[in-house]
């Protein structure tokens, strides 16, 4: 019966290399989202899916930023060509479904690109 | 566009006491819902409680309760009996209720309280 799993919980690379965070849903939950958080800041929506489609993915930073989920399962948030701005936590979050449900946080993963 | 504000960055609170954290919001949309949740030093964000646009009564969970003021477009939440536990940042959220373009939350900046023992 866990939550939301995020793996890794810290992640230090170095500018310029690609980085893949995990986030595993809550069993069941359809809806999953990706949220960024920099040091002191509030949270800053990235993208979501709704089974494994992302209907909208005006939310992500660059192009240097991806996405995929498999089915209602795992997904895969990707940065490629690292940058320093890109230090912050990663959230993801599910929820059962899109509309007012309850979105249930991981713990989040702590990048640092030194 | 849609906004959260919480003018309070940060509170102290007397523990036993109550606390009041303020949330402002901003939006056209005729349905929505409005959610508090709480990011201990952690770092994961705990939900603690749910207002929807249309529910006639104010939310309450336990200790936790918000102040629901549609025509100021307010969403207080108010801590009863403040622990020292409840030291964490506190972020107030919106969500229309179709999920928008989105479906995602959009987040206040957040409010650290301190509970004085």
């Known amino acids: 019966g866990a939550g939301v799993s995020q793996s890794p919980s810290n992640k230090v690379t170095e500018k310029g290399k690609d980085v893949e965070l995990r986030c595993d849903p809550i069993s069941g939950h359809t809806a999953l989202y990706w949220y960024r958080q920099r040091l002191g800041q509030g949270l800053e929506f990235l993208i979501y899916?709704?089974?494994?489609?992302?209907?909208?993915k005006s939310g992500l930073p660059s192009d240097r930023f991806s996405a995929e989920r498999t089915g209602e399962s795992v997904s895969t948030l990707t940065i490629q060509r690292t940058q320093q701005e890109d230090s912050a936590v990663y959230l993801c979050a599910s929820s059962l479904g899109l509309d007012l449900e309850t979105q249930y946080f991981g713990p989040g993963t702590r990048l640092l690109v030194l | 566009a849609q906004k959260i504000t919480q003018t309070q960055p940060g509170m102290f609170v007397q523990e036993k006491e109550a606390v009041t954290l303020d949330c402002t919001y901003d939006t056209s949309d005729q349905s929505y819902g409005l959610f508090w949740y709480k990011q201990p030093s952690s770092g994961e964000m705990i939900f603690l409680i749910y207002q929807g646009s249309y529910d006639e009564q104010n939310a309450t969970e336990g200790r936790y309760s918000l102040n629901f003021q549609k025509a100021r477009k307010s969403a207080n939440l108010v801590i009863s009996a403040s622990q020292l536990g409840d030291s964490a940042m506190y972020f107030c959220a919106m969500r229309p209720y179709y999920g928008g373009s989105q479906g995602n939350l959009i987040f206040g900046k957040g409010t650290k309280l301190s509970v004085k023992p």
């Open positions: 899916f709704q089974g494994n489609s992302a209907p909208d």
